[in-house]
């Protein structure tokens, strides 16, 4: 197990949490397994950016992002050098922190954050 940090949300995860993340799991998946909403509108299939998360640790032990991920993350509200989706960055052997930005572009578009 890996130790996965969720860094505290206003609303997905006000006080952050701290999870023990099984390897091989996206970390979207991790997240929802464990109490921690994040939206995910195309079911993880690599369609849209509403998992778009920050890796603050632990980036550079990720796999790198194909292709059609890059694509899909030039469109993510708050993009950031370390920015992955959920759906598609995969827990390895790592520790990760991970940061939920404050608005995805489904929470915008939709008006449920403000």
Not at 90 to 111: D, F, H, Q, R
Request: charged share 25%; aromatic share 2%; glycine share 8%.
């Amino acid at each position: 197990m890996t130790q996965l940090i969720v860094l505290p949300h206003v609303e997905n995860c006000p006080d952050g949490a701290v999870i023990e993340a099984e390897e091989g799991k996206s970390i979207c998946e991790t997240l929802l397994e464990n109490g921690v909403e994040l939206d995910h509108a195309c079911e993880m299939s690599c369609a849209c950016t509403t998992c778009h998360v920050i890796v603050r640790e632990g980036f550079n032990s990720l796999t790198p992002a194909e292709e059609e991920e890059e694509d899909l993350l030039d469109k993510a509200w708050g993009l950031e050098p370390n920015s992955r989706l959920g759906c598609q960055a995969i827990v390895g052997k790592t520790p990760l922190v991970v940061e939920i930005p404050k608005y995805s572009l489904n929470m915008a578009k939709e008006g449920h954050r403000k």
